[in-house]
């Protein structure tokens, strides 16, 4: 009697372990993986046939870039052949969420599980699709894909346009006969904050980036006025000052017009949290010593503090040993200036950049 108690006790215990593992396994292997998302987005999202394909993981790596601050961006690349097609697809996942696709056509043309006849139905669609993609994912999308897709139908050609529907802008953009970009944005209280970008290459399907999610909105308060912003901009530079060489450049004179100004989001006093902002460039009367014809400002749009003050020179390069006034006022954006501007413009392109890198060494 006492030798089967052992036996079934053991066997309990054998059954519980295995149970165990059973769970572990399990979660190990519905674990959130990047290059499966990128074959996931490329069913669901691009629509591909993906069961046509011999499909082969050719990169796959983790990076921590500043202007994530941190946060994890997860390059793939995949090559994707069948029967002498042949496509590249590169993709970002930041902080496991998704950011960027961009499809390299090597050869012939993509297998699609269903074509649509035009680039504006076809975006529809890839819109569609990424709205269920998007919400299946988990992660909180509040945005208004309705709008998004209502503002889209309410054009019918692809010649440089841009319509507004409620909270939502939309601009498209041809170059020749090749490049359909398309790009919408949220308004919110006059001030365009960034979301999704699509591009077609000869009406198909090229690329998708999204920042929506990986930002948030700090403020949407625009307190300082277009002429308040400007003043701001020529009181502060009456102290300001560079140097060129040996020579500290402290006198110089401040043409009135033209005054380019423009109202945009940009990254902010905290992580990934976007701030409307001025960026105003105040042109010189003459080319100073550094070849500096113009000074860039940024000025926070919500509290009307200067967040940079940079020396321009003819070739529109930045002037790295320039002596800033109040550089307290810096504080809290010690990133290179230039990041602070083109951040959340040149983010999309960021994991097609390295991509094409190195799609391109890899083809020598």
């Known amino acids: 009697m006492k030798s089967f108690k052992k036996i079934k006790l053991s066997f309990t215990l054998a059954t519980f372990l295995a149970f165990l593992l059973l769970q572990v396994f399990t979660a190990y292997s519905a674990e959130w993986s990047a290059p499966e998302e990128a074959l996931t987005f490329l069913e669901d999202v691009v629509n591909l046939e993906m069961k046509d394909y011999t499909v082969v993981l050719d990169i796959y790596d983790v990076q921590h870039p500043s202007h994530f601050h941190g946060l994890a961006q997860e390059n793939v690349v995949y090559t994707l052949e069948s029967d002498g097609d042949k496509i590249q697809a590169a993709f970002a996942f930041v902080n496991k969420t998704f950011y960027h696709c961009s499809l390299f056509l090597l050869e012939g043309d993509p297998i699609y599980s269903q074509s649509n006849k035009n680039v504006l139905d076809a975006a529809d669609d890839v819109l569609q699709r990424f709205q269920t993609y998007s919400r299946a994912s988990g992660k909180v999308d509040a945005r208004d894909f309705s709008e998004m897709r209502n503002a889209l139908n309410a054009i019918n050609k692809t010649d440089d346009v841009e319509t507004k529907l409620g909270n939502t802008k939309l601009e498209v953009k041809t170059c020749g006969n090749d490049l359909t970009s398309l790009k919408w944005m949220s308004t919110l209280n006059g001030v365009d904050f960034p979301g999704i970008t699509m591009e077609f290459q000869k009406g198909t399907f090229c690329t998708l980036g999204d920042n929506w999610r990986i930002y ?16 701001i901009a020529l009181d502060y530079v009456e102290d300001f000052s560079w140097t060129a060489g040996d020579e500290e450049v402290t006198d110089f004179n401040v043409v ?14 905290e992580p990934l949290t976007l701030y409307p902002s001025w960026q105003i460039e105040l042109y010189l009367d003459k080319i100073y010593p550094g070849l500096v014809n113009r000074i860039f400002l940024a000025i926070w749009a919500d509290t009307g503090e200067v967040i940079s003050c940079i020396p321009l020179s003819v070739d529109g ?7 800033v006034a109040n550089s307290s006022q810096l504080a809290n954006n010690p990133a290179s200036p230039i990041g602070a501007i083109i951040s959340v413009a040149a983010a999309t392109i960021i994991a097609l950049s390295l991509a094409a890198l190195v799609i391109k060494k890899k083809r020598h």
Do not use: K, M
């Open 216 to 231: 948030n909105v700090g403020s949407t308060d625009v307190t300082v006025s277009r002429e308040e912003a400007i003043q």
């Open 256 to 269: 009135q017009e033209p005054l380019p100004i423009e109202l945009i989001t940009t990254r902010s006093r």
């Open 317 to 323: 390069q930045f002037q790295s040993d320039q002596n």
